[in-house]
């Protein structure tokens, strides 16, 4: 299968970002796959939410109101580096509001492992 390529925006600095491709997502419809590819991050039209291969399954999250944040546990870390159960702190500005036709809550996630830079955040209800 061939990589996915895409830019994203870490922390106000324009830095290409290489999508992995690791097999992970070899059963899912070509309508999937074309609706992931077309997802950006919110507020910014053109800047990519990246591919299927940066998304984790998120299932378990809370919502802080207060402090305007999400906290999502990865549920299924899809052969990712990040293990599953690791807790993830969402800026609510980082919630994409599309309806989510992947059937669970979706994180995309760059970067290094340790310190992973939030992409968009897809529930699979309203937050």
């Given at each position: 299968m061939r990589a996915f390529l895409?830019?994203?925006?870490l922390f106000g600095c324009g830095c290409a970002v290489q999508a992995r491709d690791d097999g992970q997502w070899g059963d899912v419809s070509p309508e999937i796959r074309k609706w992931f590819s077309s997802l950006t991050q919110p507020g910014h039209p053109?800047?990519?939410?990246?591919?299927?291969a940066d998304?984790?399954?998120?299932?378990?999250?809370?919502?802080?109101?207060?402090?305007e944040t999400v906290l999502a546990a990865i549920?299924?870390?899809?052969?990712?580096?990040i293990p599953v159960g690791t807790r993830i702190a969402i800026p609510?500005?980082?919630i994409n509001r599309e309806k989510n036709l992947a059937g669970h809550a979706l994180l995309f996630l760059g970067g290094m492992a340790a310190k992973p830079a939030v992409f968009c955040f897809l529930p699979n209800d309203s937050v």
């Open positions: 895409c830019l994203a925006v053109d800047w990519s939410c990246c591919a299927d998304a984790y399954f998120a299932d378990e999250y809370s919502v802080d109101s207060r402090t549920t299924d870390n899809r052969g990712h580096s609510f500005s980082k």
